[in-house]
């Protein structure tokens, strides 16, 4: 079925643990400050509403407003995170797998932060970085899906576009797969090291989807049971107070079920996928093959391949953010 040992992907936890409580305390403080957003938004909409007949609605759409705005303050600190907690979480998951041996403590966190650093000069690098292999992923599933959509199997178009969807959700951590071998191969070019390692995949696209879907599914029904476990409060708070605080419990239990599932086990499914695909990739080199069909049907592959050659130009920017298209 799948080729992960979930054993060793729990061992490299204990050994990354300070990233993991650094992970739990910004995870679980994003879900406070939600709460916190959401609990002065929903009381002051409650004081505006009660001037007039819908204190209900208006207290709704107070927690709303709340929830907005502290969405809207991590969409702009994203880049940092990815940066600082993501990155340098891999870089000691990498080290740790090579046999390496890692410091303790805080120690560790900031050994991580001085490797990504090195390979990464700017967290806007890795950003861009990070974006275009996140949609040269999504286009390179829907070229492999494509094909099953039009063969003449009732019901197989259908299945095949489910699959697609499924894949694309499992590439939150198939891009960390891709930055890990970034690090890994210490190159001092980022584009042409993400490049190699996109070509690697996907020549091995069917192994590492795989063990994706499996991952994904294993996540989502954790999650499902965490989701479960903080409702029980979000419903006993819904019986003393009626109206929209059902509607509020619901979400913070959504909230703490998504930190601890960002705290604990989307770096469970990095370690367990980083097994598969160093393990799967060893020896192999880029196939030309793959490299031409990835040219030819991913504009921001193409944009990869361009942002590689002009690293080390002179005069050339490589710190460049990718764009869309």
């Known amino acids: 079925m799948w080729d992960f040992k979930m054993g060793q992907a729990i061992g490299a936890m204990i050994k990354t643990a300070p990233f993991i409580v650094l992970r739990i305390i910004i995870y679980v403080g994003m879900a406070l400050a939600y709460v916190l957003a959401i609990g002065v938004g929903t009381g002051i909409g409650y004081g505006i509403g009660s001037i007039g007949d819908e204190p209900g609605s208006a207290a709704f759409w107070g927690g709303l407003v709340g929830f907005g705005i502290v969405s809207g303050v991590l969409f702009w600190a994203r880049e940092y995170l990815l940066y600082l907690v993501k990155a340098g979480h891999i870089a000691v998951l990498v080290e740790h797998f090579d046999g390496k041996a890692l410091p303790g403590g805080r120690g560790q966190i900031e050994h991580a932060q001085a490797v990504v650093k090195e390979r990464f000069a700017e967290a806007s690098v890795l950003f861009g970085v990070d974006r275009l292999i996140k949609g040269i992923l999504r286009r390179m599933n829907r070229m492999i899906m494509r094909v099953a959509t039009f063969l003449p199997i009732p019901g197989l178009r259908n299945l ?126 880029p196939n030309p093959e793959w490299d031409q069909k990835l040219t030819a049907a991913s504009k921001k592959f193409r944009e990869m391949k361009d942002k590689a050659a002009a690293h080390f130009s002179p005069g050339t920017p490589s710190a460049d953010v990718a764009t869309g298209g």
């Open 160 to 285: 095949a576009s489910f699959v697609n969807k499924i894949l694309n959700v499992s590439l939150t951590y198939t891009d960390e797969i891709i930055l890990a071998y970034n690090i890994r191969t210490r190159s001092e070019n980022p584009w042409e090291s993400s490049k190699d390692a996109l070509i690697l995949y996907a020549q091995n696209y069917k192994v590492m989807a795989k063990n994706a879907f499996f991952l994904l599914l294993f996540m989502y029904a954790i999650s499902f049971v965490i989701f479960l476990v903080f409702l029980g409060p979000a419903i006993a708070l819904a019986v003393v107070f009626k109206g929209p605080a059902t509607a509020i419990g619901v979400i913070i239990a959504l909230l703490f079920a998504w930190a601890l599932k960002a705290a604990l086990l989307e770096p469970l499914a990095i370690a367990a996928l980083m097994q598969v695909y160093f393990k799967t990739i060893e020896g192999q080199v």
